[in-house]
């Protein structure tokens, strides 16, 4: 399951943690933006970052997690996974996913990607589920950004799956 922008809405997060509970996952990706809500930004329905702190850590186990661009360190001092990182690449058979939050790498500033990658992105707020051409002109790399769960910019709060190598927002 891949979730991005909570913005540190416990009831939204409730809602995505009831989602994860049906789906079972074997991962949980988060696209980063988890518990403040940012200086641009309205607070969300039901702002209490604290609640959601726990929501959280009990996926630990589960959890990768990036750091989007309303993390601080003191993020990473109350969550009990590791959310610092500006991307992480996690692997399905020879399909490389790249996770990040979308403020440094973009779809427009693509790192260096084999064709057949994914690139996992939020910060935007606006689901994207596309194909675009590999930088090399061999093959596509599949953009995918599951929009936000709390503050969403297209009226939909949302997440995305991958299963059997099928995104499905």
Request: with cysteine; aromatic share 8%; charged share 20%.
């Amino acid at each position: 399951l891949i979730a991005s922008d909570i913005h540190g809405s416990a009831f939204w997060c409730r809602r995505l943690m009831a989602a994860i509970d049906d789906a079972a996952p074997d991962r949980v990706l988060l696209l980063g933006d988890l518990l403040y809500h940012g200086p641009r930004n309205d607070l969300p329905e039901g702002y209490a970052p604290k609640e959601v702190i726990p929501m959280l850590n009990g996926l630990a186990a589960k959890v990768v997690a990036v750091r989007g661009n309303c993390e601080a360190e003191v993020d990473q001092m109350v969550l009990d996974f590791p959310c610092m990182a500006d991307y992480a690449v996690v692997m399905d058979g020879e399909r490389e996913l790249f996770c990040t939050h979308g403020h440094l790498w973009t779809p427009e500033n693509l790192p260096p990607l084999p064709a057949g990658s994914a690139f996992l992105f939020g910060h935007t707020h606006v689901k994207v589920d596309k194909d675009v051409s590999a930088a090399d002109g061999e093959g596509t790399i599949h953009l995918l950004n599951p929009g936000s769960v709390s503050i969403p910019k297209d009226g939909s709060h949302s997440y995305a799956t991958y299963e059997d190598g099928v995104f499905t927002l």
